[in-house]
């Protein structure tokens, strides 16, 4: 499912699966070929910093789309043998919180910005030992220059790896389940603009003694 990001949305460019775009700031990836097609809509998926940390992941460890998973997202316990990844969403804290005047006096907008981080779970589970012996293969897969390109790409940041996974197996119970579990942050930015109307003329109301 390897991604080709296009840049920014064209209505005379022709679209095919996987491409992905970026309109409004934001990133889509396009689910059906189509052509003047504006995202959002049925053609297109919109991504999020958890969706590419998603993508980055399987890429470079070589997991099937049915393998790795946002955390209640119609998942199922495995009952099968290989491994499953499955990333949780912890909690976003606001970091910084922008907003200013741009352009002028007849295309003035209102530029606002954010930064975010979220604290994220990467949960790696099998029925036989994959867990356990793949579970290095994400610091690999999240330090590699292809993590760094896509980071570039969707305006995100990993932050500073953990140094240790944990052993989270007995949470499993009658699952028997290898199961380990690694926290990181993952910085996100986003950005979007509204436009404003201009003032150079006001009313003064003149009050008489």
């Known amino acids: 499912m390897t991604r080709l990001y296009k840049g920014l949305w064209s209505e005379v460019e022709s679209y095919v699966v996987n491409d ?8 889509y990836l396009a689910l059906q070929n189509n052509t003047n097609s504006e995202p959002a809509n049925g053609n297109w998926e919109a991504l999020t910093a958890i969706s590419n940390l998603c993508y980055i992941i399987q890429e470079k ?49 209102e530029e606002l910005t954010l930064l975010t981080k979220e604290n ?14 793949r579970k290095e293969e994400v610091f690999f897969a999240l330090s590699s220059t292809f993590a760094e390109q ?11 790896l953990s140094s240790s996974f944990t052993n989270v197996s007995e949470l499993e119970g009658e699952g028997m389940l290898n199961r380990f579990a690694i926290d990181i942050s993952l910085f996100s930015w986003f950005k979007k603009e509204n436009p404003i109307e201009f003032y150079d003329t006001f009313t003064n109301n003149t009050i008489a003694e």
Do not use: C, H, W
């Open 150 to 160: 896509q980071q570039e790409i969707y305006n995100i940041k990993i932050a500073e």
């Open 120 to 133: 994220l779970t990467i949960n790696l589970m099998s029925k036989d030992d994959s867990a356990r012996l």
């Open 20 to 27: 992905v775009v970026l309109n409004d700031y934001k990133f």
């Open 61 to 109: 460890m070589g997991i099937a789309n049915d393998r790795i998973f946002i955390y209640n997202q119609d998942f199922k316990v495995p009952q099968v043998k290989g491994l499953f990844i499955v990333i949780q969403y912890n909690s976003s804290e606001v970091m910084s919180n922008t907003a200013r005047i741009v352009g002028e006096e007849d295309s003035m907008k």
